[in-house]
C-alpha cells in the first residue's frame, strides 16, 4: 500500500507522559501508540490509550506476546502502512507522538522493520524517531 506523502505532513508534538485523561480533555488532537494487530492486551501505552476515540494505534506486532518476524515481513509491513495511512486520513490539527517512541523496550522486531517504520513515519509525520 502505498502512502499518500504529497500532502502536507501532519504537525506532530512529542509528549514524554500520556494518561487517559491527556485524551480526555483533548479530544480534537489524535495520540498515537505502538499496538498489536489483535488490538488486544493492556500492557504500555494501550493500557491508557485503548478504546479512546482520540487515540490512533499503530501495529508493532502481531498479538500481545507474538512479534512480528522475519518470516512475516511484507504483511508486518502492509500492517504499519495501513495504520499510517489510517491516521494520515484522519485529518487531525495535529497528533501526539510518544516521547519514547512506538516501540515498547520489551519487545522485539526486525532491524528491517524498524527501518520501515522510520521511513514511513518520517515521510508521513516528519517524526524523526518514530520507534
Given amino acids: 500500500m502505498a502512502l499518500d506523502t504529497s500532502r502536507v505532513p ?4 512529542r509528549q514524554t507522559w500520556i494518561t487517559r485523561d491527556d485524551l480526555k480533555a483533548n479530544r480534537d488532537v489524535i495520540y498515537v501508540y505502538g499496538d498489536n494487530v489483535k488490538r488486544e492486551g493492556r500492557r504500555g501505552l494501550a493500557r491508557e490509550m485503548r478504546g479512546e476515540r482520540n487515540a490512533h494505534a499503530i501495529s508493532v506486532s502481531w498479538g500481545p506476546f ?11 509491513k502492509q500492517e504499519i502502512d495501513r495504520d499510517l495511512a489510517a491516521l494520515a486520513a484522519r485529518d487531525a490539527p495535529f497528533v501526539i507522538w510518544p516521547m519514547a517512541g ?15 517504520l522510520t521511513l514511513r513515519a518520517r515521510a508521513l509525520l516528519n517524526v524523526k524517531d518514530p520507534v
Fill in 10 to 13: 501532519l504537525r506532530v508534538r
Fill in 66 to 76: 507474538d512479534p512480528f518476524l522475519l518470516e512475516t515481513l511484507e504483511e508486518a
Fill in 102 to 116: 512506538i516501540v515498547p523496550e520489551f519487545l522485539t522486531m526486525p532491524d528491517e522493520l524498524y527501518r520501515h
